[in-house]
Each structure stands twice: as C-alpha cells, then as structure tokens.
DNA sequence: GCATAAACGAGACGGTACGTCCCGTCTTTGA
DNA sequence: TCAAAGACGGGACGTACCGTCTCGTTTATGC
C-alpha cells in the first residue's frame, strides 16, 4: 500500500500562502523582521504548518524567493550578433527587472537568508542567478554565431561578472545606472572579449 | 570645568573587548546568532556598557568589521605599469587576504548587517570597498602612467567590476579561483580598458 | 427502521485498549501529563476514536479509574459482630488493597479529574467511595445485628470518617499506618458508635 | 564581597501581583485552565519573571495558596473544658472559614497542584493541614486540663479525622453540613475520646 | 451482492500554551 | 560618573497537544 496517501492531504492553498506571506514580509520589513509567527498570522495558518515543512526561517525564505523569482519571465528582446548591442540589449532588461522594488527586497532577503545558514549560501546563489546566467550566455552565443570564440569560457566569465555587478547593485541600494554607466560597462565587458578573441 | 571629561571616563579596554567578541562570534556562530547577551558575556562586560555606545546589533557588527579589516594591512606589490600584470598582481594578493576563512566570515558578517539596516547597506558596502577601490585605481594609475586614457571612468568600472566579483565569491562561498580562470578575469578587465583606450 | 445499528460496529478491542492505556499512562506519568495523543498512541488507536466516545481527558480518566478500581474486588472477612473486630479487619482489608502503588496512582488520577471538572466532582467521589461506603455500612449492620442503635445514622458516619481518611491517607501520600495508629483510629469511631449507643 | 546584593535587587510588588493573580485565577477558571502566560498577563509581568522564581506551576499555586490561607485568621472562640462544646465550637467556626467559596477553590487548587507533583503532595498538606491540626490540639489540650488522657495520641487522631472529613468535603463539594449531621460528628470524635479516656 | 453508513488508522489543520532566549531598560552596589 | 550584575516587561522561538477535519480503508446492515 502507498505510504504517501494515508492520512489527511497537506493543504495546497495553505502552502501557498505562506511562501506569498513571506514574500510579502520581505518587502514590507525585510528579513530581520520577518518572523514566522508573523508569517503564519499574515497567511491565516498555524505556526506548525510552516514549521511542518521548512526546518528554518532560511530555508522558508529562499524557496518563497526563488519561487517568486522564477515566475517573473523577463522580456529578452532578439539578439542581433553585434555583441555590445546585444549585452546592452540584455543589461537594459535585467536592469528594468532589478528595478521594481519588491523584486529587490526578494533579491537582498535570499541575501540574508545565505548570510544566515552559511552551510546552503553556495546553492541559493546558484540557484538565483544560474537560470539568468543560463540566460546569457545562450543569448550571447547565439547572436555571436559558432567558431568565433573560446565562446564558453569567455562567456561564462562575462556572465558571472554581470552576474556579480547587478547583485552587488542590489544590494548596495544603488539607484539606477545612467547611461554612461552602462556604456562604461558593456564596453568593459565586450571589449574584454574582442580582446581575447584577438588575441586567440 | 569641562562637561565632558567629568566622571569615570570610558574604559577603552572595555570598548576593544567588545569589538573583539563580535569578531569572535562573527567567525563562530555567525551574525543571526550572534547577541548582545553574548557578545557582552564574552567581553567579560555588562550588557549596558554595550548599549551605551551602539544602538543596534547591526551597528555594532558594522564597526567591529569595519576596524577589523582595516587592521589587516594587504601586501601590495610594486606595480609595474603593465597593466595586465599589475591587475593580476593585485588580485592575487586581495585573493590571498580574502582566503583567511575568518575574514571572510567578517565579510559576510558586514552582508548580514546590511540586509539588516537597509538604510545604511549603501554605507556600508562603501565604506568595506571603498578603501579597497581607491586603493586599486591608484596603484593602476601609478603603473600606466599618465595621459594615456580617461583613467578615472575606465579604472573606476574596473575596480568597481572586481570589488563586486571578489564580493560575490566572498557570499557564495566559491572555493579559490584557478589560475585559468584568474586568467581569464584579468583579460576581460583589461581588454576592456585596452579597448577603450584604443578606441579615444 | 434501527439507526443505532447501521454501520461499523464500534470495536470494543479498541474501547478496553483505550481505558488500559489510561491506567498504565495514569501510574507511569501522573494525570497532568497524560494527554489524548500519548493515550491514542499507547492504545493503537487514533485519536478521533478517543474523540468520538470520550468528551474530555477528565471524563476518559474518570471512567478508566472507576471501571479500574471496580475490577479489583477487596477480600472481606466474616463479620463477627463485635464492632471493633470487624472495623478492623475491614479497615485492615482495605489499607491493604490501597497498599498497591498503581491502585493509588488510580485513585490521585481521579482526584486530579474531580479538581479539573469541578462540575462532577461530587459524582466522581460518591462513585470512588460509594460501593466501599455501602459495603461497610452492610458489613458492620450484619455483624452487629439490628434494633441496637440509630444504626444508619451512625454508621453513615463511620463509614465517611473512614473514607475521608483513606482517601486522605492516598492523597497525602502517606506511609501504611503502624498498628498502634489502627487502634487508634478504630478506638475511635467505635467509642463514638459505642457512647451514642449507651447515651440513647 | 557580598554575592546576594549584586544587581537590580527583586521587584516584592511583582512578586506580591503574581501570587495574587494565582489566587484571582484559581477562583475564577480553576487550576486546570490556570495558565502561567495568564497569571503573568494578570499580575503585568513578564512570563520570564514568573519563571525566574517558580518552577512549576505546581509549585506556584502551592505557595500562593498556602499564602493566601495563612493570611486568613480563623476566629477561635474561648476553650470551656467541655471536649464536646469546644469540638463542635472549633468545627463550627472551620466550616465556616470554609464555606468562602474563593477559600475553597483555593483548597481545591492545592489539592490539584498535589495531584499534579506527586513528590511533594506530603509537604503540601503537611503545611496545609498542619496548623490547623496543632491549634486544634492545642485549643483541646488546653480545654481539659492536663493528666486525664494519653492526649497528644487521641487529639492527633482527633485532628487527623476531622482535617480528613473537611478536606473531603471541600473536595467533594458537599454543601454546608446540617446541624444534625455536625452532631453525628461531634459525636463520634468525642465519644471516641471518651471511651478511651474510660478505658485508661 | 452491492450500495449505504458508520467506525477506524493516519495525519494535516488552525490554534494555545509551554518553557527558553534574548531584547532593550532599569535599578542596585561598588570603584 | 561609569561599570558589573542582574531583574524587569515584552516578543519570538521551536515544541507539544488541543480538538477538528479530511483522507483511504474496513466492517457492518439492508435493499
């Protein structure tokens, strides 16, 4: 006989009120003040069932976050082949992304939660930028066409680099770049890589 | 009479004691577990001695880490004036210092604190890169010389791109770099500086 | 057409499992932390089956005790009619059924259901002393033969004063009395029956 | 140095709330819905003070109870010499003591809280029942005089009894005895005496 | 013999209270 | 006046049970 199907079902509505608490707590009053009786209260469950399936606060937060990261499909114009069009192309996006507000409280609440349980750090920011990593470097490769490049190398450095800067302007609070910034970048990043290919 | 020499003044031993068990602590058991009860237990000192000269944990974590990484002076070498050589000279060295298990416990100690006090991250994350930064574009200034490009735009991309990367490997726990990929960040950065210049 | 009987019968294994888990909880952990989950584990049983036949922890003690306690059926010696002699061979009978530790531990789980239903406290000693009280009263009229004294008045008496003081003696817990406390205690209530009886 | 006066020294009127919480509790919901976050929410203290000087609720309720009955001086009328005057005086006046319904509910709660720790059930009607039992004798003894009788052995098994069959009835809750059955009482007890004084 | 109906085990659910840890404040003694 | 000690009112922790509620399953009755 199954084991999984004897007793009472779990409660699908209930799970997901609470990761939409959480992410709402997130944006509210930040991880520090989110507390799982709050969770709980706000989503309209017992504290057990939170604590039934996730064995910390951490562990809560990162999966409501990256559940709620993963539904927000990011527009991703065409790639042309010109490299810098396209890194700008790509930048612009994920900027536009990184600039609703509750988004980047999700982003600096998995932060926190990874400072929090040092042990799991590796794999939430695995697990959050992998997929936008992913993203680009098949964006970027496809634009570039095939035989160029150390494509995989090189573009693996360029996406964690972009990768790095954007959390690292998420979580320092800075205010959206000006275009010259983002000029200043791309041009870091793509010269970087004529560079290279040059070079080979 | 002076108002603000009367009475018992403060006992500045008391003062680094405290300092050093949030350092402690920080390396220990982390920035969630670390309390003031602790901190002050450990110090040997009451808890209102602690209160008294920071208002929140967040604070007192800040400038624990913050004076405790200056403390550490890194081993800068002569720069050279070739500029992929001076970059992987600097990185290399700031790679070493970060490999010290318990300042990078510091560091992520700094990251907790600021997804705790949003208000002050910015600040924060300044004032932990700041020095780093300033201290990278003069060494690459000193190497290149002078004339050669709009050095200040370039070299602060160029700092600002490593500091965020060498954070980014600080949060997730990323083992060492190899030389290979050592490699490759120094020829992204500097053919993006290269290219540039060529390009003025 | 029968409504009471339509369905699954109730399984009376499940109904005796549930009461002797009660006792056994009653003597190994006290009332105060025999709860309906522990009871329902230690029977096999789940608990809505508690649930569905039992209202609360106190009448489920409540009704375990009594139908323990009635399965235990004191030994009673023939009555000679001399009134000492007979008090003290019931009241030496009795000491000595009290004397089990577990009957004990019956008893103070009852008296700690009366305390927490005080609505039915008065119905849970009458029916913890009743049988005992009318079996003494019957025990001691026999012996004594009839048309001697306001027999059911001072005999209502002395068996009260007798259960009060048993029950005292449990609740207290206090250590088998010595022979002399006996004397005692049955020079008592017998001068009492004796003076009333020479003074009508 | 001095240990015992080190820090903020203990708040007596914190200390005298709680126990007068106990007692407002006891008489209102009862030992078994007397919750200790309840008593603190009552007295306006904080849980953790409760704790700080209370182990168990047990021992809570024991020491606020028996405060609250120590406070309570009985009126004791004159002795006269005549054992069944003065036993049916001091009864009287006992019954009466007990027919406040707050003072019973607080009996009730110690008997619960003895239910409840059976390791100091003793201790907790030893100092219920023991001043009472050592004025009783007293108030006896001094009634008839010196030399008649082995007293110390009669009055203890005459106090015994009759803190036996009013703890009972308070237990039980038995309504205020009738004057016939207080005779029944009286009756006994003395008579019992009387025997045994005859028979010396 | 097949539908109906109740009892059963299992266990998830919204809650209450537990006893503990820590918060930030306050009140004492001692230096 | 500062500092240690430590008690204070309070909030949240993670756990144990409460009494209720589905589930799938079992065991009876009666059409």
């Known amino acids: 006989m199954a084991r999984g199907t004897v007793g009472r079902p779990r409660d699908t509505r209930a799970h997901a009120a609470i990761l939409e608490a959480v992410r709402e707590l997130l944006t509210d009053v930040g991880y520090e003040r989110l507390t799982i ?19 910390s606060k951490s562990a809560l937060v990162a999966e409501a976050v990256l559940a709620g990261l993963i539904r927000v499909d990011a527009y991703m114009p065409e790639a042309t082949g010109n490299l810098a069009t396209d890194v700008r192309a790509w930048l612009v996006a994920a900027l536009e992304t990184q600039a609703d507000p509750s988004r980047a409280a ?3 609440g998995l932060a926190a939660a990874a400072a929090d349980r040092v042990e799991d750090a590796d794999r939430l920011y695995t697990e959050l930028t992998g997929p936008a ?8 490769a496809h634009g570039l066409g095939s035989g160029q490049i150390r494509q995989d190398a090189d573009l ?4 964690d680099t972009l990768a790095a800067t954007m959390l690292y302007r998420v979580l320092t609070h800075r205010p959206a770049p000006t275009p010259r910034e983002i ?3 791309v041009t870091l990043v793509v010269g970087g890589i004529g560079t290279r290919a040059a070079a080979t």
């Open 106 to 108: 999700l982003v600096r």
């Open 37 to 55: 009786e709050r969770v709980a209260a706000l989503a309209g469950v017992g504290k057990q069932t939170v604590y039934r399936w996730w064995p």
């Open 133 to 140: 990593r992913q993203e680009l470097i098949a964006y970027l």
């Open 183 to 185: 000029d200043d970048l």
């Open 156 to 159: 693996g450095v360029v996406a």
